[in-house]
C-alpha cells in the first residue's frame, strides 16, 4: 500500500480527530525520513562536484579556482613573514636607539604578522586537505567504477 493509498484509508475510517492527526504525522515523518536518507545518499561530497552544480564549472576551471586560491594564500603568508621580519627590525632599532614611535610600528608589524601569517598558512592547510579529500573521493569512484 503506498502512501496515497494509506492517508485515504486513514481519513475515511480513522473517526477520532486526535488519532487521525498523529498516524497521518506518522506518515509524513516516515517520508520525511525516507526523503532524508535519500538525499543524503545523492549529495555530492567533493569540491569539483559542488562547483560543477553551483557554478557551472568543469574539473579544469575548479582546479583553476583552486590554484589560484592556493597562490593568493601563499602570497598573504608570504607578506606576513615580510610583515614579521620588519617587526624584528623595528625591535632592533628599537633596542639600539629607544624611541616610542619604533616601538609602536614594532608592535603593529607583530600583529599584521600574526594575522596575516595566520590567514595564509591556515588557508594553505585547508586547500590543501580539500585537495587530498578530493583525491580520495576520486579514487574511491574510480574504484567502484572498476568493480
Request: aromatic share 10%; glycine share 8%; no cysteine.
Amino acid at each position: 500500500m503506498d502512501d496515497k493509498e494509506l492517508i485515504k484509508r486513514i481519513m475515511e475510517e480513522v473517526k477520532d480527530e486526535k488519532l487521525r492527526e498523529e498516524l497521518l504525522a506518522l506518515v509524513v515523518e516516515k517520508n520525511k525520513k525516507k526523503d532524508d536518507t535519500k538525499r543524503e545518499k545523492e549529495r555530492p561530497i567533493d569540491y569539483v562536484a559542488r562547483q560543477e552544480i553551483l557554478f557551472g564549472a568543469t574539473e579544469g576551471v575548479a582546479k583553476v579556482y583552486w590554484w589560484i586560491s592556493y597562490i593568493i594564500f601563499i602570497a598573504i603568508a608570504f607578506v606576513g613573514f615580510l610583515a614579521g621580519l620588519i617587526a624584528l627590525l623595528a625591535f632592533l632599532s628599537y633596542s639600539l636607539e629607544p624611541d616610542e614611535k619604533t616601538l609602536e610600528y614594532g608592535i603593529g608589524a607583530l600583529l599584521v604578522s600574526f594575522f596575516l601569517l595566520l590567514i595564509g598558512l591556515g588557508g594553505v592547510f585547508s586547500l590543501r586537505s580539500g585537495k587530498k579529500e578530493y583525491e580520495k573521493l576520486k579514487r574511491k569512484k574510480e574504484n567502484q567504477g572498476q568493480s
